[in-house]
């Protein structure tokens, strides 16, 4: 189980509770789009997705990627206990979706360069070190129950 | 994976607005490295690795240089790039894991530095630049 130590918490707290979950949810999942196409696969009915600026204005998009960073908002509630918190979307994403687990790792470094842009110079080494870390166990949590 | 035109342009106009702070950037993204990945430490056990250490921002600088290379010659990379391969394959040995988080922590450091530049598109083509720079860094290790 991951250990987050107090500081690291509190760097992941103060900073998601300045997060506009809308507006960085559909960045981050239009930018994982953009960044790395082959994802695109997941998303035969999203409609246009043929350009940067149809990808990162497409509506579904936005609305995902919102929903997804809600999730991840979830998570930043239960650090201590991240794998029981994801065991239900863990086996969605294995059994239903089949999303090959590479894929957090990469939509975890997208989250974090979306941070980097809207936070800049607060978006400290020791703030990235933190956020890292949840993300990859936010990843490892989402993988755990595949079989 | 290819070096569009577009990416090529989308790398060479970050550079150029880069200037010279390639070099400060080049020790921000080591730190960042070593602080969220300590793993990638192991490199560097005779360095002394703490915040603005002088020996990281020196070995930044040359990260930078190295890179600004590569960004002069887009179209020969392996060219332009083989005694840094050679130095990676055959002294170095650096797990080829590592260029992925390192690559990883210089887009954060330009996403902090220059926001607004850092589109979607741009984005994309520096983390295909430094994908085809890694690539051709590793391709002599076996």
Known sequence: MVHFTAEEKAAVISLWARVNVELVGGEVLGRLLVVYPWTQRFFDNFGNLSSESAIMGNPKVKAHGKKVLTSFGNAIKHMDDLKDTFAELSELHCDKLHVDPENFKLLGNMILIVLATHFSKEFTPQTQAAWQKLTTAVANALAHKYH | ?142
């Open chain 2, 1 to 142: 994976m290819v070096l569009s035109p577009a990416d090529k342009t989308n790398i060479k106009s970050t550079w150029d607005k880069i200037g010279g702070h390639a070099g400060d950037y080049g020790g921000e993204a080591l730190d960042r490295t070593f602080q969220s990945f300590p793993t990638t430490k192991t490199y560097f056990p005779h360095f002394d690795l703490s915040p603005g250490s002088a020996q990281v921002k020196a070995h930044g600088k040359k990260v930078a240089d190295a890179l600004t290379t590569a960004v002069a010659h887009l179209d020969d990379l392996p060219s332009a790039l083989s005694a840094l391969s050679d130095l990676h394959a055959y002294k170095l040995r650096v797990d080829p894991v590592n260029f992925k988080l390192l690559s990883h922590c210089l887009l954060v450091t330009l996403a902090c530095h220059h926001p607004t530049e850092f589109t979607p598109a741009v984005h994309a083509s520096l983390d295909k630049f430094f994908t085809a720079v890694s690539t051709v860094l590793t391709s002599k290790y076996r």
